[in-house]
């Protein structure tokens, strides 16, 4: 029963780590520290946006989708080292065994889920209803990509700290497909 309280905390702890490395790391530059604001809100969302340029086009780079390959060890092992004080203070060693595990499982989802926002086939997951909403999510992310929707796995810490967005505030020309829900206002736009 404590592995499976261990690891649904940690999804929790997951989705928060998300939100704040998305929020203060990705999407600003602290202490000089350039390479994540650089590699996401400037590469990324430079040529991926809300509109018709969501879904990644031709002659662009689809390296722009994925983070480097070296940034899954790197996060994997910071999420694992700031829960050592919890271990020690509980004296339950079991928990950093599990936090990596489910960091690299989250980790793996996020990638997979957001190069398949980013890039759609048509494949079995784009599918679901669950898809479509963190679909949705993230395409109000593009839109209001400084102060909504950091979360693209689990978005538990959007809802709970406030910036959970689930249909945009003003009409805008969103991007289409058979996988992104309409984000649009519910009232009627005005012409």
Known sequence: MFFLYTFLLSVVYASFFEWTLHRYVMHRIYFGFRYAFEAHTLMHHGKLKADST???R??????IIRMAW???????????????????WLN??????VVPIVFTMYYGAYEHLHWCMHLPKNRRIEKPWIFRLLNGHHLLHHR????????????????LLGT?????RTHF???RGPSV???QPKTKKIV
């Open 54 to 56: 969501y879904h990644l």
């Open 164 to 168: 959970l967005m689930l249909r945009s």
């Open 173 to 175: 020309a969103q991007a």
């Open 58 to 63: 031709d002659g662009i780079d689809k390296k």
């Open 181 to 183: 829900p309409d984000v």
């Open 144 to 159: 209001y990509m400084g102060s909504k929707n950091f979360n693209v796995v689990f978005p538990l810490a959007d809802l």
């Open 92 to 97: 339950r060693w079991s928990i950093a065994a």
């Open 70 to 88: 070296w940034n899954a060890p790197v996060l994997v092992a910071i999420a694992t080292l700031l829960i050592i004080p919890l271990c020690i």
